[in-house]
């Protein structure tokens, strides 16, 4: 029986990662680039978040399936992270459609992926792929060619070279130009030891590009690097994981009202650990998170102004799991963190912020197996407040390995 059938029908295997997905690739935005970040957070945004994390281990981020996760972090926002992955082999086994569907957000804000394309096997070891993300506006068409060799049952070294807007200069309808040409490049080890252990480190990185959007008055300068490292192993009767994400983006603005060049910075990084006892009847888990963000400079034309914010946010988790019946599970799950936040943004609708006081939030997952065949969950999951008595949001999950 496959890992991921025989842990949703014998057990519940929590991870600890982030809803956003690190190990994949990301390539430059030009939305992101010239507008940046498009909205405030307040003090629970990022518990929020974190508690609508990917709550099954199967499908994992690197296999195909049905991954998605949504849930409310304000009264008017939703947060989305979906991606329908599938390779469709031909008669051929070599040769394969890809599909591969995606909406998410990132720091700057939110995005879909409609990716397309074939893969080509050679010699059992090496894959070539062509994708794209095709779009009516063919200047926002961008292409992803990919090389991929494997090594042992389940490991494989990638790499991707993604051209954003490759055709932007010649489609376009408006007055904009690239003058740099954007690019990104992807690199993802995956390392499998059986059904125990496994590795993941994947990198993104997008060089130097300049846009010159005329329409919004801004001439920017963009670069980016993410970095996803995830660690799963189980020994005996304990599941471990280990998550290390981190971003550095660095963009210059020239505005047409402002002589000066206009730099803005991004440093984030997140550290999080889990532990949980799969055997014990409860199978109780308890995990450690860190989150650092700093950002300082010019946010973009979204908020067209200048600013500084920095959050610390450790968090202390846990959860136990009680069986219904063969296919319903319950996991009550607690979220205690403390984050301190400085912010001053010189004018928009942020406001000053100097935080440092008590969240708390306590979720219950409610897990459903929609297909023993497949070891497809429906998660719902309703929440309260910890810090202050009140609704605490609502979460609708479904994993569903293909």
């Given amino acids: 029986m496959p890992l991921a059938r025989h842990c949703l029908l014998g057990c519940l295997v929590i991870t600890g990662a982030e809803a956003q997905n690190w190990h994949s690739p990301h390539p430059w935005r030009a939305q992101a680039a010239v507008e940046g970040r498009d909205r405030d957070y307040n003090n629970e945004y990022f518990l929020h978040a974190f508690s609508y994390r990917h709550l099954l281990a199967h499908p994992s981020p690197v296999e195909d399936g049905i991954r998605g996760t949504g849930g409310s972090l304000t009264s008017d926002r939703l947060y989305l992270d979906f991606r329908y992955k599938q390779s469709f082999e031909f008669d ?3 040769q394969a459609f890809l599909l591969d569907i995606q909406r998410s957000e990132d720091f700057d804000g939110s995005y879909d992926r409609q990716l397309v394309g074939f893969r080509q096997s050679l010699a059992n070891r090496w894959q070539l792929s062509l994708q794209g993300d095709v779009f009516s506006d063919k200047s926002l068409t961008d292409i992803y060619f990919g090389v991929r060799r494997l090594h042992g049952e389940g490991s494989w070294l990638q790499l991707s070279w993604v051209l954003p807007d490759a055709y932007f200069n010649d489609k376009t309808g408006t007055a904009s130009e690239v003058i740099d040409t954007p690019q990104t490049f992807f690199l993802q080890w995956h390392q499998q030891a059986g059904a125990d252990s496994s590795l993941t480190v994947s990198l993104n990185h997008s060089p130097d590009s300049t846009l010159d959007d005329r329409d919004l008055g ?16 189980r020994q005996g009767e304990w ?38 006892h799969w055997q014990h009847r409860l199978q109780p888990s308890l995990g450690v998170r860190y989150f650092w963000l700093d950002e300082q400079g010019w946010f973009g034309r979204d908020l067209n102004s200048s600013g500084q914010v920095e959050r610390h946010e450790p968090m202390l988790f846990g959860s136990l799991t009680w069986s219904l019946s063969d296919t319903q599970r319950l996991t009550p799950s607690v979220y205690l963190s403390r984050p301190r ?25 409610w897990h459903i197996t929609v297909s023993k065949k497949n070891g497809a969950v429906l998660s719902i999951v309703p929440a309260i407040r910890l810090h202050r008595f009140a609704f605490g949001g609502g979460n609708v999950q479904l994993h569903w390995p293909l």
């Fill in 239 to 276: 599941q471990w994981q280990a998550d290390l994400n981190g971003e550095r983006t660095r963009r210059s603005h020239r505005l047409d009202e402002t002589p000066q060049p206009q730099p803005f910075r991004r440093d984030m990084a997140s550290l999080t650990l889990s532990a949980q």
């Fill in 92 to 94: 051929n086994p070599d």
């Fill in 218 to 233: 801004d001439r920017v300068t963009s670069q980016q690097t993410r970095l996803g490292l995830r660690y799963r192993h």
């Fill in 341 to 365: 936040v400085e912010q001053q943004v010189n004018s928009g609708d942020w406001r000053d912020r100097d935080d440092d006081a008590f969240v708390g939030k306590l979720s219950l997952p």
